[in-house]
């Protein structure tokens, strides 16, 4: 439950309530990158107050801090080395989650206060939204330099239609019954009638990301 709450913190921190000001900000200013890490902190407190010990609040401080010392150590590499690509995203990434997975391991087992179905769902959903954008775009630029990629998270309309639809491909392999059969013939249209490479790949991957998510919740919710 420890892992499940921080995660959920750190989704909504770095993806989320993250906007895409801040996140060019951060690679500038060390207190935009302070205040940031504090969101991190802030949520954490919220979503562990039922479990507040020393112990915990210390965990909360010191994953704060790493939050800070890794989001400056990728600006350093993005100035630096003007290297701002896909496996940077995932090093980035990796990192945090290492860090609140080595947390989670040395604390006990916590009593939860949210149905680990409902835990199960709230990050799952929220996988398929801002952060499936962030890893689409990224991916998008390492592959297709030539395409309009920043078009992926600027265009309003466009972002959130392909957040519905990966929200209705995670449905589908949520209800129960065989109706996950229908989304690889759902995207294959989908991919068929896009003009633009770039949303093809969009639509495609997207998808596929719901998909993986969606074959994972079923099988993680059977276990339950």
Request: charged share 15%; glycine share 6%; hydrophobic share 55%.
């Amino acid at each position: 439950m420890l892992f499940s709450l921080l995660l959920l913190a750190h989704l909504l921190t770095d993806f989320t309530l993250q906007t895409i000001k801040m996140a060019q900000l951060k690679t500038k200013s060390r207190l935009i990158t302070a205040a940031h890490a504090s969101i991190f902190g802030l949520l954490s407190f919220v979503f562990l107050l039922p479990y507040l010990s020393r112990f915990i609040g210390g965990c909360i401080l010191l994953l704060t801090i790493l939050h800070y010392l890794v989001d400056r150590a990728r600006a350093y590499i993005i100035e630096r080395f003007r290297c701002n690509n896909l496996l940077l995203f995932l090093m980035d990434q990796g990192v945090h989650l290492g860090f609140i997975g080595l947390i989670a391991f040395f604390q006990e087992p916590l009593l939860p206060y949210i149905d680990k179905r409902l835990m199960a769902y709230l990050v799952g959903y929220l996988l398929v939204t801002h952060p499936s954008i962030i890893f689409i775009y990224y991916a998008a630029k390492d592959l297709l330099p030539h395409s309009n990629h920043s078009s992926l998270i600027l265009d309003n309309r466009r972002k959130y239609l392909t957040i519905v639809e990966r929200g209705v491909c995670l449905s589908l392999f949520l209800l129960p019954g065989h109706f996950y059969l229908f989304v690889p013939v759902l995207t294959t249209i989908r991919v068929l009638l896009e003009r633009d490479l770039l949303y093809k790949f969009n639509v495609g991957t997207g998808n596929l990301i719901a998909a993986a998510i969606g074959l994972y919740l079923r099988l993680f919710l059977n276990e339950v």
